[in-house]
Nanobody
Framework: QVQLVESGGGSVQTGGSLRLSCAAS????????IAWFRQAPGKEREFVAV????????DYTDSVKGRFTISRDNAKNTAYLQMNKLKPEDTAVYYC????????????????WGQGTQVTVSS
C-alpha cells in the first residue's frame, strides 16, 4: 500500500503561483511513477503531468506546458507540481496518483490516489 497526501492548494489571482506537494508513505517511493490529475466542477478528471521514477522524464498536457513543472525528491518521498501563471481555467481539485506502470498512471488508472487539494484561481 502507498498512501498519498496532497497539500499546497489555495486561492490565488490570475497570474499567481502555487506549489502542490504529494507526500508518499508505505512503499519505496522511487518504485513509482507519479502523475497529477485535476477535476473541475462538472468536468471529467483530466491528466496534467507525469514524472518517471527517477525524475528524468516528464510530460504535460498542452494547456499547462510552459507554466507547470512536475518534479520529485525521492529522498523526501515527495512529488511536486509548481504552477505559475495560473489562469481561472486551472481551477480544480488536484490529485496525485502513483503506479509502478507508466501507462496506468498516465491513463488515470493508477493503484494509488490522494484525497485531492483545491486550487482556485480568480480573475
Amino acid at each position: 500500500q502507498v498512501q498519498l497526501v496532497e497539500s499546497g492548494g489555495g486561492s490565488v489571482q490570475t497570474g499567481g503561483s502555487l506549489r502542490l506537494s504529494c507526500a508518499a508513505s508505505g512503499h519505496t517511493f522511487s518504485d513509482y511513477e507519479i502523475a497529477w490529475f485535476r477535476q473541475a466542477p462538472g468536468k471529467e478528471r483530466e491528466f496534467v503531468a507525469v514524472i518517471n521514477w527517477s525524475g528524468g522524464t516528464t510530460d504535460y498536457t498542452d494547456s499547462v506546458k510552459g507554466r507547470f513543472t512536475i518534479s520529485r525528491d525521492n529522498a523526501k518521498n515527495t512529488a511536486y507540481l509548481q504552477m505559475n501563471k495560473l489562469k481561472p481555467e486551472d481551477t480544480a481539485v488536484y490529485y496525485c496518483t502513483a503506479d509502478r506502470h507508466p501507462r496506468s498512471v498516465v491513463a488515470g488508472v493508477g493503484d494509488y490516489w490522494g484525497q485531492g487539494t483545491q486550487v482556485t484561481v480568480s480573475s
